[in-house]
């Protein structure tokens, strides 16, 4: 039983994918961006910072018009 078990949760596991994100980190910014180089955070006058897709959403942004 244990087997089967591990292998199920080894299957689930593999299957899960968290996707990064970018996001300035100044008071003004409300979007997150596909990659560091996206043309929307040129303006960022503070730091980007790579984060997950669930962690920007909770932040309340919203996906870059540019880069989406």
Not at 2 to 16: A, E, K, T, Y
Not at 41 to 68: F, H, I, N, P
Request: hydrophobic residues 30%.
């Amino acid at each position: 039983i244990f087997s089967v078990i591990g292998f199920v949760l080894v299957l689930v596991s593999c299957n899960v994918r968290i996707q990064n994100v970018y996001i300035c980190t100044g008071p003004q910014s409300h979007r997150y961006h596909k990659t560091s180089s996206c043309p929307g955070l040129s303006r960022c006058s503070c730091d980007v910072e790579k984060v997950s897709l669930e962690q920007a959403k909770e932040m309340g942004r919203t996906e870059c018009g540019k880069c989406y």
